[in-house]
């Protein structure tokens, strides 16, 4: 990482923990810290995440219709995915949208990925988007990828939202509970969600080993 670079991440570190909703400075840690990781997940894609890289479908408005998830039966995947997002004044498109310190292709598409299915891990899980259950669930995605803003999350997180606020029964189970979950499921990030839609949640859950995370 050029020093320049390295003064932007204490700088976007910085925001962060002064406020925890500064998605954007995750997003430009996310950047700066994950890009050989990504590479390195690239070069270990099996036939579905290879699938999914050739086809590169985007869960923004552009492709998904997100009016016709509202219309899906409670209990399916859809639902509780866009249940999640209308809940918490979410928008997908925010999280589609184009890397800044990303110039090789396949790797912004997978950041993409992993920014977009975010929430759809929040709906696998059961996490709500409080301060504490986002440290929660970026223990779910260490267990999941390993990558350097998922423990970033995970350590300051952990300080100022579990230490801080004594949420002590969630630093003693919590997190645990939500890396093995992560650790034990199936890889998630090359999963092509979009043919999920209609599925039970619960039979996802199944298929793909995801213990659910609510805390």
């Given at each position: 990482?050029?020093?320049?670079?390295?003064?932007?991440?204490?700088?976007?570190?910085?925001?962060?923990?002064?406020?925890?909703e500064?998605?954007?400075e995750?997003?430009?840690?996310?950047?700066?810290?994950?890009?050989?990781?990504?590479?390195?997940?690239?070069?270990?894609?099996?036939?579905?995440?290879?699938?999914?890289?050739?086809?590169?479908?985007?869960?923004?408005?552009?492709?998904?219709?997100?009016?016709?998830?509202?219309?899906?039966?409670?209990?399916?995947?859809?639902?509780?995915?866009?249940?999640?997002?209308?809940?918490?004044?979410?928008?997908?498109?925010?999280?589609?949208?184009?890397?800044?310190?990303?110039?090789?292709?396949?790797?912004?598409?997978?950041?993409?990925?992993?920014?977009?299915?975010?929430?759809v891990?929040?709906?696998?899980?059961?996490?709500?988007?409080?301060?504490?259950?986002?440290?929660?669930?970026?223990?779910f995605?260490?267990?999941?990828?390993?990558?350097?803003?998922?423990?970033?999350?995970?350590?300051?997180?952990?300080?100022?939202?579990?230490?801080?606020?004594?949420?002590?029964?969630?630093?003693?189970?919590?997190?645990?509970?939500?890396?093995?979950?992560?650790?034990?499921?199936?890889?998630?990030?090359?999963?092509?969600?979009?043919?999920?839609?209609?599925?039970?949640?619960?039979?996802?859950?199944?298929?793909?080993s995801?213990?659910?995370?609510?805390?």
């Amino acid at each position: 990482m050029k020093p320049r670079e390295l003064t932007r991440l204490g700088l976007a570190i910085g925001r962060v923990l002064r406020d925890s909703e500064q998605t954007a400075e995750i997003h430009v840690a996310e950047e700066l810290t994950g890009r050989r990781h990504f590479r390195r997940f690239i070069a270990s894609l099996d036939e579905a995440g290879r699938r999914l890289q050739e086809e590169r479908p985007e869960l923004c408005s552009d492709q998904v219709d997100y009016g016709q998830l509202r219309q899906l039966p409670s209990g399916t995947l859809g639902a509780a995915y866009v249940r999640h997002l209308d809940d918490n004044g979410l928008s997908a498109d925010y999280q589609a949208a184009a890397t800044r310190y990303v110039q090789d292709d396949a790797v912004a598409y997978w950041m993409r990925r992993f920014r977009q299915t975010h929430d759809v891990w929040h709906a696998l899980t059961g996490l709500g988007t409080s301060g504490h259950e986002e440290v929660v669930l970026h223990a779910f995605s260490w267990g999941q990828l390993r990558l350097p803003v998922s423990g970033m999350v995970v350590f300051f997180g952990t300080l100022k939202h579990i230490v801080g606020e004594r949420r002590w029964r969630v630093l003693r189970h919590g997190l645990a509970k939500a890396y093995r979950s992560g650790r034990d499921a199936s890889p998630l990030l090359s999963v092509h969600w979009e043919r999920c839609w209609e599925h039970s949640l619960e039979e996802v859950r199944q298929r793909y080993s995801v213990e659910p995370c609510s805390v």
